[in-house]
């Protein structure tokens, strides 16, 4: 079974920027597409970006055009560029394969205030 442990969410003003990383254990981690989900206070979660494992991408309407997704096989690893950050974009980010696994890691809490 794959695990997935998040990072490098912290506070920022809007129009700020951050990277997120999920490292997976597992050296099947090559042969996943992944993604990227958040889950907003009184909201389902939602998926924000994926990327195949030939490195194919698509996103969520609400952050297209600001968000990349990227991964690096060899190091296990998917990122999250985040610019140009809203309000709405605050909620714990998760990364998971898609289509989704029953295997949630804790999140990395992502707030966007003034």
């Known amino acids: 079974q794959v695990r997935f442990v998040e990072s490098g969410g912290g506070l920022v003003q809007p129009g700020g920027s951050l990277r997120l990383s999920c490292a997976a254990s597992g050296s099947i981690f090559s042969i996943y597409a992944m993604g990227w989900y958040r889950q907003a206070p009184g909201k389902q979660r939602e998926l924000v970006a994926r990327?195949?494992?030939?490195?194919?991408?698509a996103y969520a309407d609400s952050v297209k055009g600001r968000f990349t997704i990227s991964r690096d096989n060899a190091k296990n690893t998917v990122y999250l560029q985040m610019n140009s950050l809203k309000p709405e974009d605050t909620a714990p980010y998760y990364c998971?394969?898609?289509?989704?696994?029953?295997?949630w890691g804790q999140g990395t809490q992502v707030t966007v205030s003034s």
């Open positions: 990327i195949t494992r030939e490195g194919s991408t």
């Open positions: 998971n394969a898609w289509p989704a696994s029953n295997s």
